[in-house]
């Protein structure tokens, strides 16, 4: 089976106005980037992102908020982005702040079919307003409840034809979880390799989970904040 597809255009032409989407990376680090473009180029509206962060104002998930193609977003930093912050005063954004950990593991549950899960973390903020409590062992615990998409936009390193992806250092972080946890799966990937030329023991995501795969032709991989040392004098 050749899950191939010829570009990121072809692959968002999938992806209706009002869907839900995992966008894969953390920071600007392992974003699908050309994916990102092509939502933006396709004009695709009135999405609901799951994304660790927002990107900055002028790449990542930011150009998708600079063109109000974002409805709503689940999060867990969203500090450098102006236009985020500015939307989501004057209400234009809707916005569900998560606690990382917890963030991570409703992603995890969502693609494991874990119906809920009792951490402590949140437990008398606002994090846990409205949602069912409990004491375990003398301590108090929220009720946090799995988080799924109709699409995840993943990147990684390399893919076969088959959708096996291997990852690249930290590049990895939310896209292995993403990959399980939507109904479609959409990796793009630096090099696509023939069936077999993956080392077996490298496949971080196997192919089950993956419905399309790419190659992107372009990458800036930018530094969401760089901070270097002053010269020495």
Do not use: W
């Not at 939502?39 to 063109?67: P, V, W, Y």
């Amino acid at each position: 089976m050749n899950k191939v597809l010829k570009s990121p255009a072809e692959a968002v032409a999938l992806i209706p106005d009002g869907a839900t989407l995992m966008v894969g990376g953390f920071g600007l680090c392992g974003i699908p980037e050309n994916l990102i473009a092509a939502l933006r180029e396709r004009g695709t509206r009135n999405l609901t992102i799951i994304s660790n962060n927002a990107g900055i104002d002028d790449f990542g998930i930011g150009i998708l908020l600079k063109t109000r193609q974002v409805r709503k977003m689940i999060s867990t930093y969203v500090g450098e982005n102006k236009e985020f912050e500015r939307q989501y005063i004057t209400g234009e954004l809707e916005l569900e702040l998560v606690p990382q950990g917890t963030f991570a593991e409703r992603i995890r549950a969502g693609g494991a079919g874990i119906g809920g899960f009792f951490t402590p973390t949140g437990h008398g903020t606002v994090v846990a307003e409205g949602k069912e409590t409990r004491v375990i062992d003398g301590r108090a615990y929220v009720l946090e409840m799995p988080l799924k998409a109709d699409f995840a936009l993943i990147k990684a390193y390399r893919g076969d034809s088959l959708g096996n992806l291997v990852y690249r250092k930290t590049a990895r972080n939310f896209n292995p979880m993403m990959a399980t946890a939507a109904r479609v799966t959409i990796a793009e990937v630096e090099e696509i390799v023939k069936p077999g030329d993956l080392d077996p023991e490298e496949i971080v995501t196997p192919g089950i989970f993956v419905k399309y795969v790419l190659r992107g032709l372009r990458y800036e991989k930018r530094i969401e904040r760089r901070t270097v040392l002053a010269a020495e004098r």
